[in-house]
């Protein structure tokens, strides 16, 4: 597991969402694209936070509850997030998983997403 990097497992193929979009927007998105957490982009495409299930879920039971309207994700997005280098060990990579309990975290190179990796990702890189 050392000698594998995360460039070579992680997902090149994903969805990312706008600070500005709608989250009941932001939901089926990632329902549709079957991903437990996106990246949040701005309009120059640079990575400004992370947008998981959970707190999708925390906001729309609250505005459900109390019928506040809608949430922009912007202000549900989790702004300081963990990245991971394309070239970093799948071994530390996995540490991270465990440490933080996320499900996915984005890969950056100079300062630009190039892709996400997951625990999925680690696991099949386990039986490869």
């Known amino acids: 597991m050392k000698t594998k990097r995360v460039r070579d497992f ?5 969805t990312t969402v706008s600070p500005e979009q709608s989250l009941a ?3 089926r998105t990632l329902l549709e694209y079957h991903q ?3 990246p949040v982009v ?12 959970a707190d999708c879920m925390r906001t729309t ?3 459900g509850y109390f019928n506040e309207g809608v949430a922009l994700v912007k202000d549900q997005m989790t ?4 990245t ?6 799948l071994s530390s990579v996995s540490e991270m998983f465990l440490k933080n309990c996320r499900r996915m975290m984005p890969v950056v190179e100079a300062g630009v997403l190039v892709g996400i990796v997951s625990r999925r990702d ?7």
């Not at 992680?10 to 994903?14: L, R």
């Not at 702004?79 to 963990?82: F, L, N, Q, R, Y």
């Not at 680690?122 to 490869?128: G, M, P, S």
């Open 10 to 14: 992680m997902a090149n193929h994903y």
């Open 25 to 27: 927007t932001a939901v």
């Open 36 to 38: 437990s957490a996106a």
């Open 42 to 53: 701005n309009a120059q495409q640079e990575l400004v936070g992370l947008l998981s299930e």
């Open 61 to 63: 039971l609250l505005e």
């Open 79 to 82: 702004a300081a997030t963990e």
């Open 84 to 89: 991971v280098s394309p070239d970093e060990e």
């Open 122 to 128: 680690i696991l099949k890189a386990l039986i490869d």
